[in-house]
């Protein structure tokens, strides 16, 4: 027969074991998702030449799915630099970026351009619109690259342009609309394949204040629908629609803050105050 003490030892040792597994399996499902991870990343310009020169200089950081970052820092900070790296148009030197858990930095030409269709969307400030393209056709390119066609590519840039309110605009050519109406565009373009995050590189810097708002509250309910959004900006007011802002200096991460639960107006004037430390 098993002694008491022992019996009562292997049972709770059993118990530790389960609720040991269950919680480790909860915290697991509760885990977030990484969108984007980069780890020390270095980027050297003309690194053969008699004068390299170092860019970014051991960039790491993640975003989370459904965050909205931006990154912000003075001009030749290495903003550029990162987005066309994270946009799989550049490589970095060394480190690694991870996007939805594919590292990006190991993939060949083709397999960057086959990502870049399926699982990124942008949004550049001079809209990138194609002028022969009718709006249906602009919005239906990332879809014609990943081989989609006919009545799944109707349904998918019918959802997308419902989602930018411009269903009306699908017939006409990009010269027919103006500067806030293209951005949609470009906005249901980016959309029209569910990427995994969509980047914006000054997305707002050809629009007029009314246009510019109307784009970032747009970006915003986009975001609130669990879309990551990393946005690259110089201004201030885009960049307290984001969640989170990381400053980058001399192609370093110098800070970061976060919205929290403050309202806009009050993250933007700590936007601005920070800026003015930041950028001296
Ligand atoms: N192709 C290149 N060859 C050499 N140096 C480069 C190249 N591209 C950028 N640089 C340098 O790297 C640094 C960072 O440039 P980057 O364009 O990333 O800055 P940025 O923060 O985006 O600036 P801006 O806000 O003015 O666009 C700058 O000093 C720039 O001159």
């Known amino acids: 027969m098993l002694n008491f003490p022992i019996f ?6 059993l118990a530790y074991i ?18 984007v991870k980069t780890q ?13 020169y170092e860019a970014l200089k051991g960039i790491s950081f993640t975003v989370d799915e459904g965050d909205f ?6 001009s030749g900070s290495g903003k550029t630099t990162l987005l066309n790296i994270l946009a799989t148009l550049d490589k970095p030197t060394s480190g690694s970026v991870q996007i939805d858990g594919n590292d990006i930095t190991q993939l060949t030409s083709n397999e960057m351009s086959d990502f870049r269709s399926q699982r990124l969307g942008f949004i550049f400030q001079d809209f990138n619109l194609l002028e022969t393209l009718t709006v249906f056709e602009n919005i239906a390119l990332p879809l014609s690259l990943q081989n989609i066609k006919g009545r799944l590519t109707n349904q998918k840039v019918r959802e997308s342009a419902a989602k930018l309110g411009i269903e009306e605009l699908l017939a006409k050519y990009p010269t027919q609309l103006s500067g806030g109406q293209k951005q949609r565009v470009a906005a249901a373009r980016a959309l029209v394949s569910n990427p995994s995050i969509i980047f914006g590189d000054e997305p707002t810097g050809a629009l007029d204040s009314t246009n510019a708002r109307e784009l970032l509250d747009t970006l915003k309910n986009i ?58």
């Open 8 to 13: 009562l030892l292997t049972y709770l040792h």
């Open 40 to 52: 020390n990343l270095h980027k050297v310009y003309d690194q053969n030449s008699e004068r390299p």
């Open 223 to 280: 975001n609130r629908q669990g879309v990551s959004v990393l946005l690259v900006t110089h201004d201030p007011f885009s960049a307290s629609f984001c969640k989170r802002i990381l400053f980058i200096k001399d192609g370093k991460i110098g800070d970061e803050i976060q919205a929290g639960n403050r309202d806009r107006t009050q993250f933007y004037q700590e936007i601005l105050e920070k800026l003015g430390t930041f950028e001296q």
């Open 18 to 35: 389960v609720s040991y597994t269950s919680n480790e399996l909860i915290q697991e499902d509760n885990m977030t998702r990484e969108i």
């Open 69 to 74: 970052v931006g990154i912000m820092g003075a």
